[in-house]
């Protein structure tokens, strides 16, 4: 999967930008505030329908225009693809090989893309909710079905919240809201299930290559209706229905939902201690790292082709051995590489690399190395 190239009108600072890219490597280089992030914001937006770094579309409109075109012509081994986003103030419209899509269900797993930021650096540290959106969004480019089944399940579960709020409940309504939690939900844990057992595999050996075979790294699924390896979609879903009927008294009185995937957590070990709780910063990092590795290999036994993958600003919170071990895993994959530090330059092979040189929201030289 590659992309191929980019056209942009008034995104962020690009008034006009159109950009042909190497299959290999494509390095983005200028200093801090000049545009660098912005053309990968755009190529996420190709892949997912929004920005990564705000839900409001009205303020990636280029300041003092009306309308913004993002556009992307891609290859895959079998196909061409073109993608297109238009946003004006009040408006947003997608198209997929010159067809309006009307739901982000078309346009998920077209383009896929993993992208690797400082924050991501910080998915082992930081709080569950930060990896269950890493779990969620690797799994709808994967299986755009699941998605539906969590956009309907977090709409239930805000009704069913929403209930619980008055002051006299009608606990039949609550029966039906029940009922729909348990089947979405039965899919979603099923889902992430699998999901998780894949990503714990992967990652395990790649740690182990990143580490020189010191660190044995292993994830587990983290969830309060303790799912078994075996269990069918009809008992999870009897299982969760258990716990919220076991828990509607509590729910009535807290006035919010006590269970359900909205709590869910990965369990992340190094040499059988929890390296949240007592792995070193280099740990945590390094188990970040093998993470986000993991997603482009699962994407490719998945969907039989590597995503195309960025990396914002990763570099500079690197040192130069993990930097080199992280351009060493991912020679198969195209890349787009936001740096502000010219001496990055020196870690890439100049016949594989294309280097866009970036300054107040233009491209004022490109260095072709070759594709």
């Known amino acids: 999967m590659r992309l191929k190239s980019l056209q942009l009108v008034n995104f962020r600072n690009y ?16 200093k801090n505030g000049q545009g660098k992030t912005n053309i990968v914001e755009s190529i996420y937006m190709l892949s ?68 690797f930021s400082p924050e991501d650096l910080k998915l082992v540290k930081d ?6 959106s890493f ?50 939900g039965g899919y979603i844990y099923i889902l992430r299930r699998d999901f998780i057992k894949k990503i714990s595999n992967i990652s395990k050996n790649m740690h182990k290559n990143l580490t020189n075979g010191i660190e044995e790294l292993v994830i587990t699924y983290k969830n309060q209706i303790n799912i078994c390896e075996d269990d069918t979609i009809e008992i999870v879903q009897n299982k969760f229905l258990d716990k919220l009927k076991l828990s509607r008294n509590h729910d009535i009185e807290t006035r919010t939902t ?16 929890d390296v949240r709780l007592y792995g070193s910063q280099g740990q945590q990092r390094t188990a970040s790292i093998s993470l ?54 020196s870690i890439f092979e100049k016949s594989n690399t294309t280097i866009f040189n970036i300054e107040q929201g233009r491209v004022i030289n490109i260095e072709n190395g070759g594709n």
């Open 292 to 345: 986000k590795l993991s997603e482009i290999e699962l994407i490719k036994n998945e969907v039989g082709e590597y995503p195309i993958l960025i990396l914002d600003d990763v570099f500079s919170e690197l040192d130069e051995i993990r930097q080199k071990l992280l351009v060493e895993n991912l020679s198969v994959v195209q890349m787009f590489i936001t740096t502000a530090e010219v001496s990055h330059k």
């Open 258 to 273: 006590r269970y359900g995937l909205h709590k869910d957590d990965l369990n992340i070990f190094i040499n059988g201690l």
């Open 48 to 115: 997912f329908g929004k920005s990564f770094r705000t839900n409001k579309d009205k303020e990636i409109i280029k300041f003092d225009t009306e309308n913004l075109y993002v556009g992307g012509s891609y290859s895959k081994e079998y196909t061409n693809g073109l993608i297109e986003i238009a946003i004006s103030k009040n408006k947003k419209g997608i198209k997929v090989n010159k067809i309006h899509i009307q739901k982000i269900y078309d346009l998920l797993g077209n383009l896929n893309v993993v992208i």
């Open 127 to 132: 709080g569950p909710k930060e990896r269950r």
């Open 135 to 184: 779990i969620d969004k690797e799994i709808s480019q994967i299986m755009p079905k699941y998605y539906n089944y969590l956009t309907n399940y977090n709409k239930v579960l805000f009704q069913r919240n929403q209930l619980l709020k008055n002051r006299d409940i009608d606990r039949a309504l609550l029966d039906v809201y029940d009922e729909s939690l348990a089947q979405y």
């Open 15 to 30: 008034n006009n930008l159109h950009l042909d890219f190497n299959e290999k490597i494509n390095l983005l280089v200028g």
